[in-house]
C-alpha cells in the first residue's frame, strides 16, 4: 500500500483500514492529513479486492479534532469540505472504530461514516462554536440520528458525552471494551463483505440521498466565509 505521512493504510481481507497516526498530537487533523485521507480513500474506492473501509486512530485517542498549530493559510482549503464530501459520497460502507478523545473535526469524520464502534473509553463532542468554528457535517446527518432537539443541545451546548450515552441516543452502534475495538470493527466490516456488493453499494447510495443537499452545502459555505473573513481581520 502507498505511504503516507499521518496515516497508515493496510488491508485486512475484504477491509480496507485507514489510521490517523499523528499519536504525538492526538492525531489531530491538520490540511496534510485531510488530503491523505482523501488520496487514501480514493485508491480504497478503486480497489475492487476492498468491499469495507474502517477510519481508526492510533495511540491514546481516535483524534482531539482540528489542529490548531496549522497555518491560518491553510484553513479556506481545509474548510472547503473535500475530503469530507468524499467520504460521505464513497460508494463503499465506511465504520469509524473510535476511542479517547472525538472531538470537533474528528467526531464530523465519524458521523459522515455509516457506523459507529465506540471504545468504553471514547470522549464524543461536537465542539465547532466551542473553538469558533462549525460542526459540519453534524447539521443535516446529527438531527437524523438522534432527533433535531437533542441535535441541537449537543451543537449548542458544545458538552461532550460518553460512548454509552453515544450508543443510548443512537448515535453509536455497539460499545465496546477498549482492547476489542479493532476486531469488533473488522467483525462487522466482515459481516457486510459477505453480501454481493453491488446490492450493499445502491442501498448506501439510496441512504445517502436524504442526508446530501445542495441546501446543507450552501448553508456550511456561507458560514464558513463568514468565519474566515473574521480570522483573516484579526
Known amino acids: 500500500m502507498k505511504v503516507y505521512k499521518t496515516i497508515l493504510v493496510e ?4 477491509t480496507g483500514i485507514i489510521t490517523f497516526n499523528r499519536p504525538e498530537k492526538l492525531n489531530a487533523i491538520n490540511l496534510e492529513m485531510k488530503n491523505e485521507i482523501a488520496d487514501a480513500l480514493s485508491v480504497l474506492e478503486a480497489d ?3 468491499r469495507v473501509v474502517i477510519l481508526i486512530g492510533a495511540g491514546r485517542a481516535f483524534s482531539s479534532g482540528h489542529d490548531n498549530d496549522d497555518p491560518l493559510e491553510n484553513m479556506p482549503e481545509f474548510a472547503s469540505l473535500k475530503q469530507e464530501q468524499l467520504l460521505l459520497s464513497l460508494d463503499k460502507p465506511t465504520i469509524a472504530a473510535i476511542h479517547g478523545y472525538t472531538l470537533g473535526d474528528a467526531m464530523q469524520q465519524a458521523l459522515l461514516c455509516d457506523m459507529i464502534v465506540a471504545s468504553e473509553d471514547a470522549i464524543l463532542g461536537f465542539i465547532g462554536p466551542k473553538v469558533g ?8 446527518i446529527l438531527p437524523s440520528i438522534v432527533g ?3 441535535a441541537n443541545e449537543l451543537l449548542f451546548t458544545c458538552e461532550p458525552i460518553s460512548a454509552q450515552e453515544g450508543y443510548r441516543i443512537g448515535l453509536v452502534n455497539k460499545v465496546v471494551p477498549p ?8 467483525e462487522m466490516a466482515d459481516k457486510i463483505a459477505r453480501w454481493p ?4 453499494k445502491y442501498t448506501k447510495r439510496a441512504m445517502r440521498i436524504a442526508v446530501a443537499s445542495k441546501t446543507h452545502k450552501d448553508a456550511l459555505d456561507q458560514g464558513w466565509r463568514a468565519i474566515l473573513a473574521t480570522m483573516t481581520d484579526q
Open 11 to 14: 488491508k485486512q481481507g475484504p
Open 48 to 50: 475492487n479486492d476492498i
Open 133 to 140: 468554528g462549525l460542526c459540519y457535517g453534524a447539521f443535516t
Open 148 to 150: 433535531r432537539h437533542k
Open 179 to 186: 482492547d476489542e475495538l479493532r476486531a469488533a470493527a473488522i
Open 197 to 200: 456488493s453491488a446490492s450493499i
